[in-house]
């Protein structure tokens, strides 16, 4: 959910590793610093145009790039009566330094997304299949074009162009955007409750059924794509997925496969301080395969059982290890902002975003660019922009950005879209819960960590761990994220129904689509369309 923006960031300063770093940059007034001009909605040309408004900056510290402040960027193309905004990622043009960017800056662009408790929000993000009904192939781009221009007139929503392509749409601080291969992603807007972000899941899907079911089209909700090969998968014309697509097979087997034929449901949530993000850093990677086997539901491939129950998942374990995996070093005593920092600059990079273009980068390094000496863009300096768009080319199963991303879980059903950021919230957003949390796992292993990440997506919660199963951990989770919404006080509680009886039975909803396929489907795979259909 690369569109997850928070207006009015604070940084706060926080004893620990980064603490020197930060206590200088904490001098910015709130987040004037790094938080940026990241507006989905701009449009080189007309900043060209315009003479920009520059924040005015209040800081010691002479290292501060000067950034545009984000009125600036609220100018879009009028065509007709619908606003028209330009591709994200934003070009060059809508953040300008007027120095260098240093370590600091990139380290003080993670801190500045803290905030106060009161501030915290939930965004949450799902990707669903489009089919065609009579023959259950995907969608083609031409179809995928014709849903958007449908929700964007019917239900004001403004288109979002790459050239001369529409690739999504923006309602305030939602968005729509297209996967590589025509995943349909809604990115949901940051709100206090769990009651506000289910509401928005079902009034998208109502939004995009009332265009699609005109057209012949349905939606479905499983982690993998079930039934079609790489061939059958239409490409998206996105420049980034271009270079991603040529890239992808030196770096992994399966890579296609991730950018082709799979979903996932994901939520994102805030810290209030670095101590907090690393608390919150390390509960959610212990227990991303709790997640993983709770939503497990990507058994098929090419309309059979794959031997997996969650396929998705395991395919990120060779898809690029430079750029995904369990992260160890976040487990390390000196881990902070800028350790993620150091490990982000050694990832390798996929591209620049230069003059509506794209540039192949693949495999360079940010540190080069820092420099100056990018191969790709020789002598050009990297804008916060740049930083921002190398973090989303990062996979780990939790992610940093200005807040943390739960990655683990397949997609599914719309109870499921709802019951994934009920957990996460549960166990995180609750101070008692969250140190639940990390006592209970304290003395669990890397290796451990490691065990699960690679057997759950096979054996799912009859994984074996410590003398026992993955399931008797997960019954104890689950109460902890109950007990968690509990004490929040929003009678939120309920949205873990749809997980409670995975636990209580063991029984993965992977494992119900198996029984199916080889019972009441006749190792069929087509049924699986109106089982999992929105």
């Excluded at 074009?145 to 999504?168: P, Q, Y």
């Excluded at 399966?254 to 509960?283: H, P, W, Y």
Aim: charged letters at 25%; a neutral charge; hydrophobic letters at 40%.
């Amino acid at each position: 959910m690369d569109g997850w923006v928070v207006a009015g960031m604070t940084l706060v300063a926080q004893a620990g590793p980064s603490s020197s770093i930060l206590t200088e940059i904490s001098r910015c007034k709130a987040a004037q610093n790094v938080v940026i001009a990241m507006a989905r909605s701009t449009d080189a040309s007309k900043l060209k145009e315009t003479p920009p408004r520059f924040s005015s900056l209040s800081c010691n510290s002479s290292k501060t790039p000067q950034i545009l402040s984000s009125e600036s960027l609220s100018v879009g193309m009028k065509r007709g009566h619908r606003v028209v905004v330009a591709a994200s990622p934003p070009t060059e043009d809508a953040v300008i330094a007027t120095e260098p960017l240093t370590k600091e800056d990139l380290i003080g662009y993670l801190a500045s997304g803290c905030k106060p408790k009161e501030n915290w929000r939930i965004g949450t993000e799902h990707e669903k299949f489009g089919f065609e009904i009579g023959t259950l192939r995907p969608m083609k781009y031409e179809q995928i074009a014709e849903l958007l221009h449908g929700i964007a007139e019917r239900f004001d929503w403004d288109r979002i162009m790459e050239g001369d392509n529409i690739i999504g749409l923006q309602q305030g601080k939602q968005s729509i955007s297209l996967e590589p291969g025509g995943q349909f992603e809604l990115s949901g807007a940051p709100v206090e409750t769990l009651h506000q972000t289910c509401a928005e899941v079902n009034s998208h899907l109502y939004q995009v059924k009332a265009v699609a079911e005109e057209m012949g089209i349905g939606f479905l909700g499983i982690g993998f794509q079930p039934k079609w090969g790489l061939k059958d998968i239409p490409v998206m014309p996105k420049g980034r997925y271009d270079i991603m697509r040529n890239y992808m097979p030196k770096v992994g087997s399966l890579g296609l496969d991730m950018m082709f034929r799979t979903c996932t449901v994901q939520v994102n949530l805030d810290f209030i301080s670095e101590a907090d993000m690393i608390r919150k850093f390390r509960a959610g990677l212990a227990l991303q395969p709790i997640a993983t086997a709770l939503f497990a539901n990507s058994p098929f491939t090419e309309g059979k059982p794959n031997g997996y129950l969650s396929l998705r998942s395991h395919i990120w374990t060779d898809t690029d290890n430079n750029r995904a995996g369990m992260l160890p070093f976040v487990f390390n005593d000196n881990f902070g902002f800028e350790q993620y920092v150091d490990y982000a600059l050694d990832v390798p990079m996929y591209f620049v975003y230069r003059k509506k273009k794209y540039i192949d980068c693949t495999g360079m390094s940010f540190r080069d660019f820092l420099a100056g000496k990018l191969p790709c863009i020789p002598g050009e300096l990297p804008t916060l922009n740049d930083w921002e768009n190398h973090l989303t080319t990062i996979f780990p199963e939790v992610r940093l950005k200005r807040y943390l991303e739960m990655r683990g879980a397949d997609g599914g059903p719309w109870r499921r879209l709802c019951a994934l950021p009920a957990f996460w919230v549960g166990l995180l957003y609750d101070e008692d819960s969250l140190q639940s949390v990390l006592d209970m796992t304290a003395d669990w292993t890397s290796e451990e960590r490691q065990m699960l990440r690679i057997k759950v997506p096979k054996t799912g919660l009859k994984t074996p761990f410590r003398g026992g199963l993955l399931r008797h951990v997960a019954e104890e989770v689950l109460k902890l994220a109950k007990d968690g919404l509990e004490r929040r006080g929003f009678k939120e509680v309920g949205f873990l129904n749809a997980v409670s009886d995975v636990v209580s039975t063991g029984v993965t909803p992977a494992e119900k689509l198996l029984e199916l396929y080889h019972g009441k489907w006749g190792r069929s795979i087509d049924p699986v369309f109106e089982e999992l259909l929105y």
